[in-house]
């Protein structure tokens, strides 16, 4: 489990970790283990030492290095060195992404699944077959459900993805070095085997081979939601550099731009959230709440240009290590009248009493292309609308990269579901945004004045069908990848 | 005299007209805009800014669908044209407002070009972006469509072998990983009957 666990966080640097890359690791990795038990069924009939056991030990362990240290750059080799755009990297990391976890997983999965019958051989001589097959089952499947939480709540987190397979393979190596020790009572072979497995020690990991190239990479925190990467992106034209935080793989995109008093704007799809407060008649005094804080780009940009607004604003982040990187490279600094809460949105929102908000921003997505599903279905719209005040807006950030497409009809049609009323939409031209809004209890106002990217021009009404989420039918992925496909 | 009240009562209507589009009252200023002289030069841009007015107004009040159906047939100008592409996109009907531009005579086609190019960046459609903006002319704002369109073009051509070469390497694995597993099953039917 550590090893399949840890090889999608070792592939979210190259491929993300869209369910198909799950898909991929998971199929390939039950595949191996199903030929390994077979294959170590036969060899297990034709053996009764304890080599074979020990072979595969150490050959699963040997390997485990192997992919700790040589992994990354085949992922990197087969991704290659520019960002993919969203429509070409669904196809491309399901194909790579299945092609390193056969290389990378298959052999030391196959390896270790034939370890189980040669157990219960080597067991069976001290218990009958059943209880020895039982026993060793259970044990493992035990082992299993221990290396999903130790992977995910503590290794990663605290070693990343490469030192936590280097340390299943040590232990793998330990393993066959005391097997071999109990047959033979020999310490040779076990010492050279647990010198092996210490010999890693130490070693950093290091992400500066990641795309885009030219970019500078600032810093690098593996949380068990994703690689946060803070980047310094290549120099554009006039040899200005901005600085990104990314997620996973990149693609091209960004989840905050830092801005500063000499670029107040972000000249992305944050501005044209800039002046919500004239939007929806608070502009004395305005209560946010933003799903999807990220580095607080949206929480900034409100503050910069609304400076006689008196804000109270509730910055919702369900990473910890996003903030992290945010306070350490992105400027984010606490402020008395913003609220950093690391939870899940919708969970946050349940706890917060009713008719709290002027308006809600949502700017969550998940594995970077999708909304997270439980933000996306007819349920959390009724939630964010019973939190807003009787005209409070719900404002969506929607990435997509067909304005009118299924994926922005499919959302827009879910809030009008959750909310009852008008859902307007504004696609910002020349960006892969759009902006999605919709007022409690009433007709959402007009952008208002000077607010940017072409948003004035393009609001207009939904004209709401029945392409509704619910939390029972919420196959948002799915939906993305049509929408990047370009089929309604 | 006739020809004086005439010019005077234009004057009127299109200081009405444009008060009505300061505090946009599109709707109302189209209606007043239809009793103008069309021969008059300030005419065209009147037209424009209120056609543009009234189909933002429906945009707002009936949805894309109905800016477009209002758009179509009055979309006789650059500027128009570029509007309903616009519309199009925003509504995910880009096929249809290509084909309207398609159906024009060439000449008329290229007065039109930069909502033909609206239209196929929004579908993402390179191959086509790139032909056509090729056939437009040779000026710096159609080449540096041009540019545009054959380095996403080639970019697309370099994931696509990048994915096919994912699709390789994953063949060849499991092609190699198939002959050691039966290797390995002979090895142990040729150690059992040892």
Redesign the interface.
Do not use: I, K, N, P
């Given at each position: 489990m550590i090893f399949e666990f840890g090889a999608t966080y070792l592939f979210r640097g190259s491929f993300g970790q869209t369910v198909y890359v799950w898909a991929n690791v998971i199929g390939v990795i039950l595949a191996a283990l199903a030929l390994g038990y077979a294959l170590g069924g036969r060899w297990a009939d034709v053996t009764n030492t304890e080599k074979p056991l020990v072979a595969v030990l150490v050959f699963a362990g040997v390997y485990g290095l192997f992919v700790a240290w040589f992994g990354p750059a085949f992922c990197a080799w087969l991704a290659g060195p520019e960002e993919y755009t969203q429509d070409a990297a669904l196809d491309a990391f399901f194909s790579q992404s299945l092609a390193a976890t056969l290389v990378l997983f298959f052999a030391p999965l196959a390896a270790l699944g034939m370890a189980t019958p040669l157990m219960v051989q080597r067991a069976s001589a001290h218990w009958p077959v059943g209880r020895a097959a039982g026993l060793i089952f259970a044990v493992g499947t035990v082992g299993s459900i221990i290396g999903i939480y130790l992977t995910t709540f503590t290794l990663v987190p605290t070693l990343g993805a490469r030192a936590t397979i280097r340390l299943a393979a040590a232990v793998l190596l330990a393993l066959g070095a005391l097997v071999f020790w109990l047959g033979r009572r020999k310490a040779g072979v076990p010492a050279a085997l647990m010198v092996a497995a210490v010999l890693p020690i130490g070693w950093t990991a290091d992400w500066s081979f990641l795309p885009p190239q030219g970019a500078k990479l600032l810093l690098a925190l593996e949380s068990p939601y994703q690689l946060v990467r803070v980047v310094d992106r290549p120099p554009d034209a006039d040899g200005k550099r901005q600085r990104w935080l990314a997620f996973d793989e990149g693609m091209g995109t960004y989840h905050s731009i830092q801005v500063s008093e000499e670029t107040p704007w972000t000249d992305a799809y944050y501005d044209a959230f800039a002046y919500i407060p004239a939007w929806v008649g608070s502009d004395e005094k305005c209560r946010v709440c933003i799903v999807g804080n990220a580095a607080g780009t949206m929480a900034d940009l409100l503050k910069r240009h609304n400076p006689l607004t008196e804000f109270e604003i509730d910055a919702i982040e369900i990473d910890p290590a996003v903030t992290e990187a945010a306070r350490r490279t992105m400027g984010l600094q606490d402020s008395p009248d913003i609220r950093i809460v690391h939870e899940d949105g919708r969970t946050f929102l349940r706890k917060q009493p009713g008719e709290r908000y002027d308006a809600i921003i949502m700017d969550a997505y998940a594995r970077q292309v999708s909304i997270p599903a439980s933000l996306a279905t007819k349920e959390f719209f009724e939630l964010a609308e019973s939190r807003l005040r009787p005209g409070g807006g719900l404002f969506v950030n929607l990435g997509t990269l067909r304005y009118g497409g299924v994926l922005s009809k499919t959302i827009a049609d879910t809030m009008h579901a959750g909310f009852g009323d008008p859902v307007y939409r504004a696609p910002m031209r020349g960006y892969f945004n759009q902006l999605l809004t919709v007022a409690r209890d009433a007709e959402m106002n007009p952008p208002p004045r000077g607010t940017r990217l072409d948003v004035t021009y393009s609001f207009g009404r939904h004209l709401p069908g029945n392409r509704v989420l619910t939390d029972d039918f919420c196959p948002i992925e799915t939906i993305t990848a049509r929408d990047l496909r370009g089929i309604e | 005299m006739t020809a004086l009240v005439l010019v005077c009562a234009l004057g009127a209507v299109l200081d009405r007209v444009e008060e009505m589009l300061e505090d946009e009252q599109f709707e109302q200023a189209y209606a007043l805009l239809a009793q103008a002289d069309e021969n008059d030069p300030r005419f065209a841009s009147f037209r424009a800014r209120t056609i543009s007015g009234v189909a933002?107004t429906k945009?707002?009040?009936?949805?894309?669908?109905a800016?477009i159906e209002f758009l179509e047939p009055l979309a006789d100008t650059p500027d128009l044209m570029k509007l309903y592409a616009?519309t199009c996109?925003?509504?995910?009907?880009e096929q249809r407002g290509l084909d309207k531009i398609r159906r024009l005579p060439d000449a008329q086609r290229r007065q039109y070009a930069a909502a033909e190019i609206e239209l196929l960046w929004?579908?993402?459609d390179f191959a086509a972006l790139e032909k056509r903006a090729r056939a437009i002319g040779d000026g710096a704002w159609a080449q540096s469509w041009v540019d545009y369109a054959k380095n996403?073009r080639e970019?697309?051509e370099?994931?696509?072998a990048?994915?096919?070469?994912?699709?390789w390497?994953?063949i060849g694995?499991?092609l190699a990983?198939t002959v050691a597993?039966f290797a390995?099953?002979r090895l142990?039917r040729a150690?059992?009957t040892s």
């Open positions: - | 933002r945009q707002r009040r009936d949805g894309y669908g800016a616009l996109t925003w509504a995910g009907e929004s579908m993402h996403a970019l697309r370099r994931f696509d990048r994915t096919r070469r994912g699709s390497v994953a694995a499991l990983l597993a390995f099953t142990c150690e059992r």
